[in-house]
């Protein structure tokens, strides 16, 4: 080999490929990594959620040990103990305690902090890989793998594929570790008031592989599938199916999805352990009731000379927030947006009652329901349509 020959091979790699091929490469290869974190180590490992057969379960080992260097005790056990101690100072990534530029920028090195505390490994890495490949191998030589990356990509590419590899070792960092742990709490929507601060980034997951749906799997964390409303897509969802369909994977969990009976005018048992269940679902549609009377009050509210524009607007928001969370300027003020409206101060206290009836678990069975047909006569005879029209609702649990 001639020096013409070395430079051509620094410059095109064994495959002489095109700008575009080589980002095409990158995208594709990248997008792979994605699928391995969150239907391998996230939606499998760590909650549960489907079985996957051996063959795509040693591909994505393998797939994550060559890109990422991750090792599946670690991050099962870092994401669980995330959900478990969310957002408090015992969660290992929260922006909400640790700042969000501390966990988007810094991400990866919070993860490997966390890593190297053998208590959270003890406690949270239950179940996952044991046998000789892993302890070996894969957590053994997690360098290896993405050495063994550099040199393909150098060996396809020439001098342009260490950019590639660059490209490859960062995806996930700030993928995953800065912007679904970062952003998901910090900015963006909530189809569900759950305990913590967790947002759907955009409701189409796709460049994160269906992670940017993340306020859905906070709610119903053992779910395989992230989407929840019809313009949502969760493209790792949608991976799961086709492999279940061949027989690679089998779906385990799913969040619950209320059914209803048409024509039901009596709340039973049914109906309250259907409410207990569908709990997330009911309060979401609850916050829709509450923004329907709100545009039905804010007609007569515009017309109060001592309400401002700015404490009607910020007021709304305290009305959608979980009453439980207000702290005392917030509820002073809701205090005084009440002296105003009735239909609102109802609307308010009502949906604390109802929150009742699956937080109290000293209650009785028969005491539940009754709480529960109690509310449902009262709402109905408050004289609020938004909320006689959930009341309603809430009865065809089924």
């Not at 080589?22 to 079985?51: E, G, K, N, W």
């Not at 409410?275 to 509450?290: E, G, H, P």
């Not at 609102?344 to 678990?361: A, D, F, P, Q, Y």
Request: with cysteine; hydrophobic share 40%.
């Amino acid at each position: 080999m001639n020096l013409t020959d070395v430079l051509d091979f620094l410059s095109n790699g064994v495959t002489r490929a095109s700008a575009w091929q080589v980002f095409a490469y990158t995208m594709i290869v990248t997008h792979i990594t994605i699928a391995s974190v969150t239907i391998f180590l996230h939606r499998h490992q760590a909650h549960r959620a489907l079985d996957l057969h051996a063959i795509p379960s040693h591909f994505f080992r393998f797939w994550l040990w060559l890109t990422t260097g991750q090792v599946t005790k670690e991050w099962a056990s870092i994401h669980r103990k995330h959900h478990a101690k969310c957002d408090t100072q015992e969660d290992p990534h929260s922006p909400v305690t640790r700042g969000i530029n501390k966990v988007l920028l810094e991400g990866a090195e919070l993860y490997r902090a966390e890593s190297l505390n053998l208590e959270t490994m003890e406690k949270y890495g239950h179940g996952t890989p044991d046998d000789w490949i892993e302890r070996q191998l894969y957590t053994g030589l997690s360098w290896m793998g993405i050495v063994l990356m550099f040199i393909i990509n150098f060996t396809l590419f020439g001098v342009i594929g260490i950019t590639v590899w660059a490209v490859q070792m960062m995806w996930i960092p700030v993928m995953a570790a800065g912007i679904i742990n970062g952003i998901g709490h910090y900015w963006g929507y909530r189809n569900y008031d759950c305990a913590d601060a967790s947002t759907n980034i955009f409701p189409l997951g796709l460049l994160i592989g269906g992670e940017e749906l993340h306020n859905n799997h906070h709610t119903f964390a053992t779910s395989a599938k992230l989407s929840s409303k019809w313009y949502e897509f969760d493209i790792g969802w949608g991976y799961i199916r086709a492999m279940e369909v061949v027989g690679l994977a089998k779906v385990k969990k799913r969040a619950p999805a209320p059914k209803f009976a048409k024509g039901k005018l009596e709340a039973d048992f049914d109906t309250l352990q259907s409410v207990i269940t569908n709990r997330y679902d009911v309060m979401a549609k609850y916050a829709k009731s509450l923004k329907q009377a709100w545009k039905e009050e804010l007609v007569h509210l515009k017309h109060k000379a001592e309400l401002e524009a700015r404490f009607l607007k910020s007021s709304r928001k305290l009305l959608q927030r979980e009453p439980g969370k207000l702290e005392a300027p917030q509820q002073q003020q809701l205090s005084e947006l009440f002296q105003h409206s009735k239909a609102l101060e109802t609307m308010h206290l009502m949906r604390v009652e109802l929150g009742v009836i699956w937080e109290r678990s000293h209650f009785t069975r028969d005491q539940l329901l009754q709480k529960l047909q109690d509310w449902c006569d009262r709402a109905e005879a408050s004289g609020i349509k938004a909320l006689e029209d959930f009341s309603l609702r809430l009865r065809s649990y089924a």
